[in-house]
T-cell receptor, first 113, second 110 residues
Framework: DGGITQSPKYLFRKEGQNVTLSCEQN?????MYWYRQDPGQGLRLIYY???????QKGDIAEGYSVSREKKESFPLTVTSAQKNPTAFYLC????????????FGSGTRLTVV | EDQVTQSPEALRLQEGESSSLNCSYT??????LFWYRQDPGKGPEFLFT???AGEEKEKERLKATLTKKESFLHITAPKPEDSATYLC???????????FGTGTSLTVIP
């Protein structure tokens, strides 16, 4: 079955450390997204990519970086510049060119230790 | 300013007690409204898409409706397994921008 796989499910980061969250999809979707979810807040867009080798900043891109070298993969790096990284991170994909919604991954819970 | 507001923030129901969740929106050029269910520690799961005022969709005990300013998710005779957070998202403008509400946390008590 097609879907989106996020790994790891739980991740712990030490102060000053960069960590990378993985997101892989086999839905043949062109567009991929990273959202951050905090308690009491709606999903906030970090980065998105509509095509390989191209991506755009979302509303809260500072302290994060991404790459899109393959259609199936859209990893997110949380850098040491992100001062409050503890959150639940969701990767999503969707078809472009039509009014389709998102398919979400199962999420990664990142905690600073 | 484009925004999506969900109410109530939390809702507790007795098993079998029907109710509705609200999603109101102010966006330019609605392309679609989406309802998702999210269980704790998991990603949102797609429920419905609504595209135009007057449209209705049903799935088991859930029914979603859409007007020009809001959407309702009606839950008929809920069961404990319906307990989850329900998210509303609106697609607007060129279609690349989605706006999410903060969700309604539903608890159904046996």
């Amino acid at each position: 079955d097609g879907g989106i796989t996020q790994s790891p499910k739980y991740l712990f980061r030490k102060e000053g450390q960069n960590v990378t969250l993985s997101c892989e999809q086999n839905l043949n979707h062109d567009a991929m997204y990273w959202y951050r979810q905090d308690p009491g807040q709606g999903l906030r867009l970090i980065y998105y990519s509509q095509i390989v080798n191209d991506f755009q900043k979302g509303d809260i891109a500072e302290g994060y970086s991404v790459s899109r070298e393959k259609k199936e993969s859209f990893p997110l790096t949380v850098t040491s510049a992100q001062k409050n990284p503890t959150a639940f991170y969701l990767c999503a994909s969707r078809r472009t060119g039509a009014d389709y919604g998102y398919t979400f991954g199962s999420g990664t819970r990142l905690t600073v230790v | 300013e484009d925004q999506v507001t969900q109410s109530p923030e939390a809702l507790r129901l007795q098993e079998g007690e029907s109710s509705s969740l609200n999603c109101s929106y102010t966006v330019s050029g609605l392309r679609g409204l989406f309802w998702y269910r999210q269980d704790p520690g998991k990603g949102p799961e797609f429920l419905f898409t609504l595209y135009s005022a007057g449209e209705e969709k049903e799935k088991e005990r859930l029914k979603a409706t859409l007007t020009k300013k809001e959407s309702f998710l009606h839950i008929t005779a809920p069961k404990p397994e319906d307990s989850a957070t329900y998210l509303c998202a609106v697609q607007a403008g060129t279609g690349n921008q989605f706006y999410f509400g903060t969700g309604t946390s539903l608890t159904v008590i046996p």
